[in-house]
């Protein structure tokens, strides 16, 4: 198994709505990452998980809720999202090794309403 | 500060060679980084470059001068699914701390 797999691929939410995107790898990865990317912009780092433990936070808003349960598995959590949200959330995992290379999941496409 | 700089747009011709550069002022370095994204999808991982010289894969070749802060991407015998936004990367720390700053990417337009 050598991806990154992401959950929902699409998602329409409203600005009161609660939901979650999810993100998973099986490489034995330690590291996981989330990106925001706006159409016809780099991807903007949000937060890095490092052996389940979060150690970057961007100044993210609260309305943002990262959570590694495990060492496969990254969460983001969402609520009360404005429609400036709206954009591609990209899930990275890096290997413990030096060239520090991150591989992307395939990405959820959040519209907010 | 951080700044990467890519040129926005380009275009080239199926068959042809074209040269994508790449320049950075970072905090610090630990590698350089291209990938490829295809509208709508994910970046792909292209090549890794952390000691000075070319690094050759296939139809891709990527360059670094640390000492120049430089960096160029070479796509030999160009494609039509070429077309795509290529991104530059600059990893500045190592560890807990790595993250990649992105520069703004540059869209590489192949026409027959």
């Known amino acids: 198994d050598t991806e990154v797999t992401q959950t929902p691929k699409h998602l329409v939410m409203g600005m009161t709505n609660k939901k979650s995107l999810k993100c998973e790898q099986h490489?034995?990865?330690?590291?996981m990452y989330w990106y925001k990317q706006k159409a016809k912009k780099p991807p903007e780092l949000m937060f890095v998980y490092s052996y389940e433990k979060l150690s970057i936070n961007e100044s993210v808003p609260s309305r943002f809720s990262p959570e590694c349960p495990n060492s496969s598995l990254l969460n983001l959590h969402l609520h009360a999202l404005q429609p400036e949200d709206s954009a591609l959330y990209l899930c990275?995992?890096?290997?413990?090794?030096?060239?520090?290379?991150?591989?992307f999941g395939p990405g959820t496409r959040l519209t907010v309403l | 500060g951080q700044n990467i700089d890519q040129p926005t747009e380009m275009t080239a011709t199926e068959g042809a060679i074209v040269q994508i550069n790449c320049t950075y002022q970072t905090s610090g370095f630990n590698g350089l980084f291209w990938y490829q994204q295809h509208a709508g999808e994910a970046p792909t991982f292209l090549s890794y470059?952390?000691?000075?010289g070319l690094e050759e894969k296939g139809r891709f070749s990527s360059f670094l001068s640390r000492s120049k802060g430089y960096s160029y991407l070479l796509l030999k015998e160009l494609q039509m699914k070429d077309s795509a936004s290529y991104l530059c990367?600059?990893?500045?720390?190592?560890?807990?701390?790595?993250?990649?700053?992105f520069g703004t990417g540059t869209l590489l337009a192949v026409q027959p």
């Open positions: 470059n952390v000691l000075d």
């Open positions: 990275a995992s890096r290997p413990r090794s030096s060239t520090d290379t991150q591989y």
């Open positions: 990367a600059v990893a500045p720390y190592g560890g807990a701390t790595n993250k990649l700053i």
């Open positions: 490489m034995g990865h330690r590291a």
